[in-house]
């Protein structure tokens, strides 16, 4: 970007993470900055404009963290995971178009990811949405949209982890896209903006908890979601960890003794007992279908949460007539801790059929990232890609 100093990074050193990475991606120099939209947990995101083509995108400005060798195999491999899933243009997922390098320094890099341009996010349009609210069906449909990125994504092994209405974004033309999806596992936690403050509020309980979490973390997430489109205001508005687990108690209940995770970093003896309001109290004109999904979406033991690809088969959506890309829970495979980005098998009591596991040192996709796939990495700053 011409404000910006990007100057090549020199070649990386040997080893497997030394794959001179400068060498593979462009400079980003042909793209002119435009204004700031905003701040997130990930960076700082540009509107922009592509000199060469002459259309708008937004830019998202990541950190990452190099090694003595330079960067890190599993990044190389992330890369390629964003680049495979750019190239399937799913019309609920934020298209990737580019990723250029940025500037190098003893211990990290700036990568530019460059992302199609859409107009606001879902948050936004609840806000400027005038009284009594969406109509149900236009919820309906925007749920649709949602858990179709979803359900693609689960598809490939990604688990978004931060599903929130500031990260789905609304097109003028109602299109609905998700982003922000696959940036924890490349982004240097350790150079968050201390400015930005991350809501607890769509969060899943075994995340609060600090247990094992997997794919229906996203299904917690989009529960939140539908009932914020119903109520037009968070269901959860927790201010830190346990009070957030405490809204989420006083509305369904404390979960007994065996619910309990027994590798839970917090004790249930923290919280009061409480039963169940029922969230029939809270959404008495929703209608049934769409409340029995709600109800099967926010279940405090993940293994019992609905998948994606089962919650677009439920009788809410009927009409819809669409075929999941996996049926299958897809929570079978995808477990991994928050200090941990490994993979390893999640207790499940549905069989995965349309998925085999992955080996526990590999990422979140759905192959293993070999030499073919990460050389093409170079094409990523292709224009006809």
Not at 128 to 148: H, N, V, Y
Not at 336 to 347: D, H, K, L
Request: aromatic letters at 8%; charged letters at 20%.
């Amino acid at each position: 970007m011409p404000d910006t100093a990007v100057a090549p990074p020199p070649r990386t050193g040997g080893g497997s993470g030394g794959s001179g990475i400068g060498q593979l991606l462009r400079d980003p120099d042909h793209y002119e900055e435009i204004n700031v939209i905003g701040n997130g947990a990930y960076g700082t995101v540009y509107k922009a404009r592509d000199t060469l083509s002459d259309k708008i995108v937004a830019i998202k400005k990541v950190k990452l963290a190099l090694t003595e060798d330079g960067v890190p195999m599993s990044v190389l491999r992330e890369i390629s995971l964003l680049k495979q899933l750019g190239k399937a243009n799913h019309p609920n997922i934020v298209r990737l178009l580019d990723i250029c390098h940025g500037q190098r320094m003893d211990r990290e890099m700036v990568l530019y990811l460059v992302f199609e341009h859409v107009d606001q996010d879902l948050n936004l349009y609840i806000e400027k949405c005038p009284p009594p609210g969406l109509a149900p069906e236009r919820i309906k449909d925007i749920m649709w949209q949602i858990l179709s990125g979803v359900d693609f994504l689960h598809s490939h092994r990604i688990v978004h982890r931060d599903l929130k209405p500031q990260n789905i974004l609304v097109s003028r033309d109602g299109s609905v896209k998700l982003a922000d999806f696959g940036l924890a596992r490349i982004y240097d936690f350790s150079s968050l903006l201390t400015t930005v403050v991350v809501t607890l509020w769509y969060r899943s309980p075994e995340i609060l908890l600090g247990t094992t979490y997997a794919t229906p973390v996203d299904i917690w997430s989009c529960g939140c979601i539908l009932a914020e489109l119903y109520l037009r205001r968070p269901l959860f508005p927790g201010q830190y960890e346990i009070d957030q687990l405490g809204k989420i108690f006083g509305i369904l209940g404390t979960p007994s003794e065996s619910e309990w995770p027994a590798n839970s970093s917090v004790m249930r003896e923290a919280f009061p007992v409480r039963s169940s309001r029922g969230l029939e109290s809270l959404f008495s004109e929703m209608d049934t279908q769409a409340l029995d999904l709600l109800r099967k979406m926010l279940i405090f033991s993940s293994d019992q949460r609905i998948s994606a690809g089962k919650a677009l088969l439920h009788p809410y959506f009927s009409e819809f007539g669409f075929t999941p890309f996996s049926v299958s829970p897809t929570s079978d495979f995808a477990s991994e801790t928050s200090s941990s980005a490994s993979m390893s098998e999640a207790g499940s009591s549905e069989p995965n059929t349309s998925l085999s596991p992955v080996n526990a040192s590999t990422s979140f996709s759905s192959h293993e990232t070999s030499g073919d796939s990460l050389a093409d990495i170079s094409g990523i700053g292709d224009q006809n890609s």
